[in-house]
């Protein structure tokens, strides 16, 4: 599968029983039978005649549903099965978030575009039109909307043997080296012993799981920057000045007066002084800037995952030449 994280997911798988599987794990799993979707050819001269309602949201719960569990395929029973015709494709049954989107509320349980269907659930129209054409060739079609459970949902598609767009041409590499060592078997179940000349030999292919990362922004916290108004005592010292009268007393030694003597003679000297006058004004003290900006780090994730290793046996009297190694 693809490592975008998208809200639904499409997986396409080559048998029947092998989507059935799937279905049922998922819904093991807790996945709604509202977020898991299904399509597929139904085989010419099987039963498909259906109890349909207006909506189809019940639609297949005749003799479809019964085939479907009397052949074992106990996942897709309870979806809400439909059947109908797709020009140039033929038979189709569809379940589930499918069913619902498939069903023509004018025909009944007749079947619409699958392109149609995918695109509005998200699927961008060339992959929509690739799977339609491996609907057409026979395979079955499941969806999940994993509403945040992307690879849980995943890992049990790919477990039953799912493949999508993006992972065809390896699935069909693995499908193929799968198919020959099965042709490889004896009759009594061991690998037979093939003589071979020249340079060519058989390749077995040793694999191993990787870890994948997802990232997605989340919300980890807020930072509210607002300004409070406090009120404090302060003094402050201010130079002033006030005058003073000084008086000083020198002996005239019989000098002659300068006016006859006189009652009631006075000088007037007005004090001065300084009075302070306090007023408050405002100055900017600082400067506050405040944004956001990205911080590289580095998290450290684990997980166990699976790798396969190939052992040799040998019996009897056989030469192995080791390469590689």
Same mark, same amino acid.
Do not use: C
């Given at each position: 599968?693809?490592?975008?994280?998208?809200?639904?997911?499409?997986?396409?798988?080559?048998?029947?029983?092998?989507?059935?599987?799937?279905?049922?794990?998922?819904?093991?799993?807790?996945?709604?039978?509202?977020?898991?979707?299904?399509?597929?050819?139904?085989?010419?001269?099987?039963?498909?005649?259906? @109890?349909?309602? /207006?909506?189809?949201? !019940?639609?297949?719960? =005749? *003799?479809?549903? +019964?085939? %479907?569990? &009397? $052949?074992?395929? #106990?996942?897709?029973?309870?979806?809400?099965?439909?059947?109908?015709?797709?020009?140039?494709?033929?038979?189709?049954?569809?379940?589930? @978030?499918?069913? /619902?989107?498939?069903? !023509?509320?004018?025909? =009944? *349980?007749?079947? +619409?575009? %699958?392109? &149609? $269907?995918?695109? #509005?659930?998200?699927?961008?129209?060339?992959?929509?039109?690739?799977?339609?054409?491996?609907?057409?060739?026979?395979?079955?079609?499941? @969806?999940?909307? /994993?509403?945040?459970?992307?690879?849980?949902?995943? *890992?049990?598609?790919?477990?039953?043997?799912?493949?999508?767009?993006?992972?065809?041409?390896?699935?069909?590499?693995?499908?193929?080296?799968?198919?020959?060592?099965?042709?490889?078997?004896?009759?009594?179940?061991?690998? /037979?012993?093939?003589?071979?000349?020249?340079?060519?030999?058989?390749?077995?292919?040793?694999?191993?799981?990787?870890?994948?990362?997802?990232?997605?922004?989340?919300?980890?916290?807020?930072?509210?920057?607002?300004?409070?108004?406090?009120?404090?005592?302060?003094?402050?010292?201010?130079?002033?000045?006030?005058?003073?009268?000084?008086?000083?007393?020198?002996?005239?030694?019989?000098?002659?007066?300068?006016?006859?003597?006189?009652?009631?003679?006075?000088?007037?000297?007005?004090?001065?002084?300084?009075?302070?006058?306090?007023?408050?004004?405002?100055?900017?003290?600082?400067?506050?800037?405040?944004?956001?900006?990205?911080?590289?780090?580095?998290?450290?994730?684990?997980?166990?995952?699976?790798?396969?290793?190939?052992?040799?046996?040998?019996?009897?009297?056989?030469?192995?030449?080791?390469?590689?190694?």
């Amino acid at each position: 599968m693809k490592s975008q994280q998208r809200t639904t997911i499409v997986g396409v798988f080559k048998e029947h029983r092998d989507a059935d599987n799937a279905v049922s794990e998922l819904r093991k799993a807790g996945f709604r039978e509202d977020q898991i979707g299904f399509t597929g050819r139904w085989l010419e001269g099987d039963t498909t005649e259906t @109890t349909t309602t /207006a909506e189809g949201s !019940n639609a297949g719960t =005749g *003799a479809v549903v +019964g085939a %479907l569990a &009397g $052949a074992g395929l #106990g996942g897709l029973v309870g979806l809400g099965i439909i059947a109908g015709m797709i020009p140039a494709i033929g038979p189709v049954i569809a379940g589930g @978030t499918l069913a /619902a989107i498939l069903a !023509n509320a004018a025909g =009944g *349980a007749a079947i +619409g575009g %699958l392109v &149609g $269907a995918l695109t #509005g659930a998200g699927i961008p129209e060339e992959e929509a039109q690739y799977y339609q054409s491996e609907l057409e060739a026979g395979r079955s079609i499941v @969806t999940v909307k /994993a509403d945040g459970r992307y690879d849980e949902a995943m *890992a049990i598609l790919r477990r039953h043997g799912a493949y999508d767009m993006h992972t065809a041409a390896s699935y069909a590499t693995a499908t193929g080296t799968a198919a020959s060592a099965a042709t490889a078997k004896s009759t009594t179940g061991r690998a /037979a012993t093939t003589a071979h000349t020249g340079e060519g030999g058989q390749k077995i292919q040793v694999r191993e799981e990787v870890l994948e990362a997802h990232k997605q922004p989340v919300e980890a916290g807020e930072v509210r920057v607002r300004k409070e108004v406090h009120t404090e005592h302060k003094s402050i010292d201010v130079p002033v000045q006030h005058e003073e009268v000084y008086i000083e007393r020198r002996p005239a030694h019989g000098t002659v007066p300068a006016g006859e003597i006189r009652a009631g003679e006075e000088i007037r000297i007005p004090v001065r002084e300084e009075q302070i006058d306090v007023s408050k004004h405002a100055v900017v003290k600082e400067e506050v800037e405040i944004g956001k900006r990205v911080v590289q780090d580095k998290e450290r994730v684990s997980g166990d995952v699976r790798k396969e290793e190939v052992h040799v046996e040998q019996k009897g009297n056989v030469d192995i030449h080791n390469k590689g190694r």
